[in-house]
């Protein structure tokens, strides 16, 4: 396989030992990274790309993902903004178009999202169900899915279907049973909705110790709309990730902090739903790792792109930029369990975004402008520069 020398980087932020490094260079050999240095002392290679004193970093992991559904909700957005509140039973609009949508409606919708995702400079994603609620159409979800990344989530406990409105227990039944049997072999991750509206406690600890014992690895939608147990539910199992952490006492902080449970922040669905942040400094200031994730889905937040949530983090969550650029691609590969992703060093998985810009910190100074120049992903240029060299 050749070898590629990417040199005269400006700035390279590796989020690993290595810290930033000043007039960088480094080398791709096939999906991996070779060497990382000075531009003036690397060895060798097949190929040489000259990024020109670009800003480099290690490509965004996006930890949290709903890709698999029919359809668009840009009316209840609409009426949202003018007033109306957000409940979790709007997804439920969202089942019923993606029932009745064909596999490659679904599949053809993925990859367009997919193919926005890297463009922004994500190379790794997590894709989970969810939309189907049936254990038809929650397989094909996750085969589809699994067409796309290998960080695939079996969300058959999103919200309990109008079929099931009056036997929530029987939807457990459902879950814990025919669903997560059929479902399993094409997920890694177990999730449940815990929040108001959807799955209490006991119901989602049912949930993901079924999926526990289906050789699944638990992650939960915690705390989002309420204070409520999905955190200390997440921490109980050992959960890789308890995401949104909107709603937290000082027990869910201190439970998170004593844990190995990332806190993944989602600030795409506070904006979209135009509802109070998530206290990140409050999280970060008592030890918890972070991460940040677009949540991406059709309802509460329709972004693909983790620039667009860094500058969110910074301005409104009071991240400082180097915490939230930490929280997209290290903190990312935390929430998934992954060492070979998120950071800059030899040996991981030649993932990389360059810039069109000196610093990173530009990605939340330059808010809503495309400063992505390249996205290089297993090791292949996955996004050219696409505009006018200086
Ligand atoms: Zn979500």
Known sequence: MASTLVTCIGLLSTQAEMGEVHDAALVIDGDRIAWVGRSGSAPPTDGRVDVQGRAVLPGFVDSHAHLVFAGDRAGEFAARMSGSAYSAGGIRSTVAATRSASDEALRANVSRLVHEL????????????????????????????????????????????????????????LVTGEMLEACAPHARWVDVFCDRGA??????????????????????????????????????????????????????????????????????????????????????????????????????????????????????????????????TRGGAAALRREDIGRIEVGGRADLVVLDAPDPVHLAYRPGVDLIHQVWRSGALARKADHREP
């Open 199 to 328: 799955f209490d406690a006991d119901q989602a600890r049912a949930i993901l110790s079924a999926g526990i014992g289906a050789g699944l690895a638990p992650r939960v939608h915690a705390n989002q709309l309420q204070h409520g147990p999905g955190v200390q539910v997440a921490v109980e199992v050992g959960a890789a990730s308890a995401d949104h952490c909107t709603h937290l006492d000082d027990r869910d902080v201190a439970a998170l902090a004593d844990s190995s449970t990332v806190a993944t922040l989602l600030p795409g669905a506070e904006f979209s739903t135009r509802s109070p942040y998530p206290d990140a400094r409050r999280l970060i200031d008592a030890g918890v790792t972070v991460a940040l994730a677009t949540d991406c889905n059709p309802g509460s937040s329709y972004t693909t792109s983790m620039p667009f949530c860094i500058a969110v983090a910074v301005r409104e969550m009071r991240m400082t930029p180097a915490e939230a650029i930490r929280a997209a």
């Open 118 to 173: 890297i463009r922004s400079g994500s190379t790794t994603f997590e894709i989970k169900s969810g939309y189907g609620l049936t254990t038809q159409d929650e397989e094909r979800s996750l085969r589809i899915a699994a067409e796309f990344t290998p960080e695939t989530t079996y969300l058959g406990a999103h919200v309990v279907p109008p079929e099931y409105a009056d036997n929530a227990a029987g939807y457990v039944d």
